[in-house]
């Protein structure tokens, strides 16, 4: 080999190194964050459900309910947050409501209380882009809070008086992390406002797209009321028809499918049984349903789908296209370089044969005179 030759292949052994390089501990890292942006509906069915109507004022048996959650990004408070933490975050508004109506949908008139869902939360969230692990925020304009009606007045939040009810999120709440590992995690529940280990169990398939399992036991203990609820004591086994007191105990068996690579949530289902009890005795049950995302919801998750003209799910594709520039480019690049690199020592390296024609010691000895 030539020595521009040479040189051409060391280049382009460097070149093929610095790819890998740059893919690995650039490319990535950029990739792999969460989208300020996102948009996300996901819709849940409890079929064979039992819960308390408080509106009825009696338990209802052998319904399905339904909970439809929207998550939405707010781009600017997390330009804002990010810069003043000096951390890449994401800010998410949230919203779960749940019903025994299929699209259920919110009265015009706030004060129609009789026409509210059976449940509503919303929430937002400050969330690390690249871990998903909750960040504390406790701005007044953007900071976190949860709440459970429509009333911005009634939001919950670290410095507002409510931290008795909620001090701040813990743990994952919307996703887990990027190059999710098969170990425990700490997860938030919104019912307790408290975050548990989540553990991993398994592997699975979802429309192709292969999955951790996580499992997570939600104690059951007694939910804290800022006015305690009271029932007709008749309701509750009680001999007087006067008002009790009664204390609302809840428990949760929570399992997710997630994608490893994105840690996004493909598919998540909650075993939950609510009572409400006098003593420590269940007199009543408020809730039991096992609920999950629905067919259609997982199947945008893994495939992708089109909602409201907005490009939703589609981590199949996300985690392969992620997976391609984290490993496969670093990967292959790192191996061509490499080689050529190696090509050139080897070359450079190789004993150089004999030219031809040279002139040994015999041949320069002059010869012997004859008499």
Known sequence: MGNRSRVLVIALGIFFVGI???AKFYAYPTLAVAPPDQVAHTVSAGPDATFFSAKELKKKEHETLEARRTVRGDVKAAEDISKKLDRKVVVFDTAVVTDDSPNYQFPDDASKTDDAPLSFVQERVVLDAHTGESVFWDDKDTGEYIATSLDKSARQTASNGGSEYFKKHEGLVLKFPFGTEKKTYQFWDTTTRKAYPINYKAEDNLY?????VFEQEVPKQNLKQATQLELPGTLV???SPAAVKVDRAYQNTRTLWI???TGAIIKGQEKQHAGLEINGEER???????????DATVKKNVLGAKENGIQEGG???KAAQLHLIG???PLISLIIGLLLLALVAALHLRPRPAVAGAPDD???AEPDEKD
Do not use: C, Q
């Open 327 to 329: 490993f496969w480019v």
């Open 315 to 317: 981590y199949k594709d």
């Open 20 to 22: 890998a390089a740059l």
């Open 237 to 239: 086994g009680e001999s």
């Open 259 to 261: 994608e490893p690579i």
């Open 208 to 212: 192709g797209l292969k999955v951790y």
């Open 284 to 294: 009543l049950v408020a809730t039991d349903v096992t609920i999950a995302y629905d």
């Open 362 to 364: 015999e041949a320069d």
